[in-house]
């Protein structure tokens, strides 16, 4: 077998970083944990409020609109936390926007359907006694 002939073709050297590396810090990405989570509590306490304020009173069928006004406060914080989170990546700490992308990923799957199911379960008490 003969060997192939010398090109002098090399892989060329990594560029040299651009400014500082800057480290993923985890004490950044649980506090990206905790903003994205709090602001889940916070949206799903709004939608929550405003049910139960218009399930009281006397056409308790506006407490739907409560239901809607959750999913659309879960709409507005996906696309929130994903651009905040993108930029913050990019531009900024990468550790708190990983963690804001990260907590808003885990918190979704929890809280907003206990909050909706909350919201309905207010909706249908409320529908079903009068």
């Not at 009281?56 to 709409?75: H, K, P």
């Not at 996906?78 to 907590?103: E, K, P, Q, S």
């Not at 990923?105 to 909706?123: Q, R, T, Y």
Request: glycine share 14%.
């Amino acid at each position: 077998m003969t060997m192939p002939p010398n090109s002098g073709w090399t892989v060329p050297s990594p560029p040299p970083p651009n400014g500082q590396e800057r480290p993923i810090r985890g004490r950044k990405v649980a506090a990206g944990l905790g903003i994205a989570a709090g602001a889940q509590v916070l949206a799903i306490g709004i939608g929550v409020l405003v049910t139960i304020a218009l399930a009281s009173t006397d056409n308790s069928e506006n407490a739907l609109f409560g239901v809607y006004l959750e999913l659309l406060l879960q709409l507005v914080l996906f696309v929130a936390c994903l651009v905040i989170g993108i930029v913050w990546i990019a531009r900024r700490d990468r550790g708190l926007g990983l963690g804001i992308l990260i907590g808003w990923a885990v918190s979704v799957i929890v809280f907003p359907v206990a909050g909706i199911g909350v919201c309905i379960a207010i909706v249908n008490a409320n529908t079903g006694a009068s």
